[in-house]
């Protein structure tokens, strides 16, 4: 087995600004640049002999397992993700280019830290998916979890229970007061519908002042009434704006599956018809399809 002069590479290594980690058959450290310390907290006599895998983030400690074994197999993987703990108990991404030299025994590895770039891309993803006003789903999320919710109820051959909320008088608020208190408005019903459903359930702002609520998996309809019925009560309560007070009701109408569609298209139709047959009874009510 060859031999590789490390004290000759450090001072080469310790120039760059990514971290370069050297380690051995058995998965220990055997060298780190002076990077490490900036990208990871740990000065490089805290990691050199203990196991490469103990600073892992432990939900990715399988897949990193998995590309170690790849690598040592003579298989190329240049480039991979993973998560690390740093030593102040943070989370970073790193994003790493690494090979396993056979003559030397030995991993060689390269790590990017790219933290920043993740935590920019979950907020663009974030934004993509959400209304900036109420922070509920959008209609393009509202569409991509209904789907999803649908793919679950048929696998379990479970019920999907889909309330289409459009509230009363609320083109008269945003005439009368103006648009600042329709917001105002607007984000206090979205405060008040997160309230009435539970985390597995999605509410969404489907567009101006209707709002959608998935609710998964309950089979009874006596249980999906009582909640759309403790929705329409929220609802129903005044709204206050410092001196302002306000009464608005909504118009519920409820679309099952499977009874009233397979589909998200066909769901939405017929919960929209049940909203609009509600107001036209003079609102204030819920409306199964």
């Known amino acids: 087995m060859k031999t590789i002069d490390l004290a000759a590479l450090r001072e080469v290594m310790d120039l760059m600004l990514d971290a370069v980690c050297v380690v051995d058959k058995s998965g220990c450290f055997v060298f780190v640049s002076a990077a490490f310390e900036d990208i990871f907290g740990y000065a490089p006599a805290e990691v050199i002999n203990k196991p490469m895998i103990d600073f892992v983030y432990p939900d990715d400690g399988l897949k990193t397992l998995k590309v170690v074994e790849t690598l040592m197999s003579g298989m190329h993987q240049r480039r991979f993700e993973n998560r690390w703990v740093r030593k102040d108990g943070n989370i970073v991404d ?22 920043e770039r993740k935590k920019m891309e979950q907020q663009l993803h974030y934004i993509a998916g959400h209304d900036p006003l109420t922070e ?14 649908l793919g679950l109820a048929r ?28 917001d105002k408005l607007l984000k206090s019903i979205a405060q008040r519908l997160r309230h009435c459903v539970r985390k597995s359930d999605t509410v969404g702002r489907f567009g101006g002042d209707e709002f959608l609520v998935v609710l998964n998996c309950i089979n009874s309809l006596e249980k999906v009434l009582v909640i ?16 302002l007070v306000l009464q608005l009701s909504p118009s519920i109408g409820m679309a099952r599956y499977p009874d009233d569609g397979d589909d998200e298209q066909q769901l939405i139709q017929h919960a929209d018809k049940a909203m609009y047959s509600a107001k036209n009874a003079g609102g204030n009510r819920v409306n199964v399809s």
């Not at 209609?139 to 209904?146: I, K, P, Q, T, Y």
């Not at 229970?161 to 329709?182: A, E, M, T």
């Open 228 to 243: 759309a019925e403790n929705i329409r009560s929220e609802l129903d309560k005044p709204y206050r704006f410092d001196d």
């Open 94 to 115: 790193i994003l790493w280019s690494a090979r396993w030299s056979e003559d030397h025994q030995l991993r060689i590895a390269i790590a990017h830290d790219i933290t």
């Open 155 to 182: 696998r379990e051959g479970a019920s999907l229970s889909l309330l289409f909320i459009d509230i009363d008088g609320f083109k008269h608020v945003n005439d009368s007061y103006g648009h600042l208190v329709g």
């Open 136 to 149: 509920l789903p959008n209609r393009a999320l509202l569409f991509e979890r209904l789907q999803t919710s």
